[in-house]
């Protein structure tokens, strides 16, 4: 009789948290469609303005959503290698693919810095969340340390202090307690670790009314804030700070949502979709191509021509509609990068990390649920189930 290997099988991954990838790239995605079309912060058309912040309301609820179910996975690893790994064979392949394409089709708009930062994206912040996400990764550990050892009241004691400080005082105007992203990301880290060592309070129905609620309420705030300010002032660039308040980096209703979004389906009984799973596993790669500096500024000036679309009196849905096709469009070419690019890339990656983990004796990653975050490749088709700060 053989013996039974002692390295447990990954487990399967839940669609239901996966799902909640796409729905938070989504809001990236339309986040961008209006900071980066070059109209929100210029129109003196009110219907342009109030319309666009609205539909920019949900893409830092988006960031707090990504970072907490990465940090929800993270916990429990006792390693951030694989994490890493994952990390750049993702990023550093892209980051050159565009790098390579744009010196090769338009090479008079790639300046130095542009290929400096396209060759060592993560150091010199080709992408400001990746940067920051890396840097959670890498204390990530001693954060769970520091979260395992507390008790649950020291541990909800501690989220609130960093709540009541980075998020709610932080409504005061004058006031700016001076939270960088990173520590943003280790207080979203304490907050899924509380999630996920200690038992949700209340029902499955109260997430999900607290999750509804919050959510309605984000856009139905930016609404009334945006048109009141507008009507105050008449002016475009007043709007920035009222967006800020309602849906900002650090906005009480963003990380509200994202956390009652979160506990809602954790209350949930898990699902299975190969589809959703599929789709989900390509969000982080939708971030690392749309979001690109050279991409961005091609896409929405030339290519969604933004400030054309600005007259529509379709504004919302054409804003939905071109989230959605940007989207698409940029998972399919993950899709397509990840047989020939993007695993012999995580091949690489990976073979460097457990080089340096034996020269470190360190014991390699355990396999774990896929992270669903940006530390997990997109499938490929044979295994379908497997910024600007603005």
Request: aromatic share 10%.
């Amino acid at each position: 009789m053989t013996e039974a290997s002692t390295t447990p099988a990954p487990a399967k991954r839940n669609s239901s948290i996966e799902a909640l990838r796409i729905a938070a790239m989504v809001g990236i995605v339309a986040h961008h469609y209006a900071v980066h079309g070059g109209v929100m912060g210029v129109t003196f058309d009110q219907d342009a303005a109030v319309t666009l912040s609205v539909a920019s309301a949900f893409g830092k609820w988006g960031v707090d959503l990504f970072v907490l179910v990465g940090a929800y996975f993270m916990v429990k690893r006792p390693s951030r290698g694989r994490s890493l790994a994952s990390i750049y064979a993702q990023v550093l392949p892209i980051s050159l693919l565009i790098l390579a394409t744009f010196l090769v089709v338009a090479p008079d708009t790639v300046s130095g810095t542009e290929i400096k930062k396209s060759v060592l994206p993560v150091i010199f912040g080709q992408y400001w969340f990746v940067t920051a996400y890396v840097m959670l990764v890498l204390i990530a550990p001693y954060l769970a340390m520091v979260a395992t050892g507390l008790t649950r009241v020291q541990l909800g004691r501690l989220i609130a202090v960093g709540v009541a400080l980075w998020s709610v005082l932080n409504l005061v105007d004058g006031v700016w307690l001076y939270v960088s992203d990173l520590a943003w990301f280790a207080l979203l880290f304490m907050i899924a670790s509380y999630m996920r060592l200690h038992p949700l309070p209340g029902s499955r129905g109260a997430w999900i009314a607290a999750a509804f609620g919050t959510g309605v309420a984000i856009p139905v705030a930016m609404w009334i804030a945006t048109t009141l300010r507008w009507n105050a002032t008449g002016l475009p660039e007043d709007l920035g700070w009222t967006r800020w308040l309602v849906a900002g980096p650090y906005s009480p209703l963003s990380l509200a949502f994202a956390v009652a979004l979160l506990g809602a389906v954790l209350k949930s009984r898990e699902r299975q979709s190969r589809v959703v799973n599929y789709w989900a596993a390509a969000a982080f790669g939708v971030y690392l191509i749309h979001d690109n500096p050279m991409v961005r500024a091609w896409v929405w000036s030339d290519l969604v021509e933004t400030p054309r679309q600005a007259s529509s009196d379709w504004l919302l849905l054409t804003a939905l509609g071109t989230t959605l096709v940007i989207y698409v469009a940029c998972s399919a070419i993950i899709f397509v990068l990840q047989p020939v690019v993007l695993r012999p890339a995580l091949r690489v990656t990976t073979a460097i990390r457990l080089r340096v983990e034996a020269r470190l004796g360190s014991a390699p990653d355990t396999p774990g649920p896929d992270t669903p975050g940006p530390d997990t490749p997109a499938p490929g088709p044979a295994t379908g189930d497997t910024p600007d700060r603005d």
